[in-house]
């Protein structure tokens, strides 16, 4: 029953191993014309041009963000600030 066992798992491997080696022989071919056409496609000035609006929205976006975060901030800041001072005098009274 073991060697059984112990039989699949060498078939199971050799059967891995060969697969792998057959795989990645054809698989870096393809690899390599997705990789090419990938980097023609990034390089054309058009995609080029698209990146850099999109980076430049991102930016103006966050510099937007960034504002409305430091108001709302305040605000919070301030509503804490007036809760502890009723609390206090609520406290002294």
């Not at 990789?35 to 929205?57: C, H, M, N, T, Y």
């Not at 963000?65 to 605000?75: C, I, R, Y």
């Amino acid at each position: 029953m073991e060697e059984d066992t112990m039989a699949g798992k060498i078939s199971f491997l050799v059967g891995f191993g060969a697969g792998y080696v057959l795989g990645a022989r054809a698989g870096r071919e393809r690899y390599e014309q997705i990789a090419q056409k990938a980097q023609g496609v990034w390089q054309d000035p058009r995609v080029q041009r698209r990146a850099d609006q999109a980076q430049q929205a991102v930016k103006d976006k966050a510099g937007e963000a960034g504002a409305m975060v430091v108001e709302k901030a305040s605000e919070a800041g301030s509503k804490v600030a007036e809760k502890v001072s009723d609390r206090v005098s609520d406290k002294a009274d």
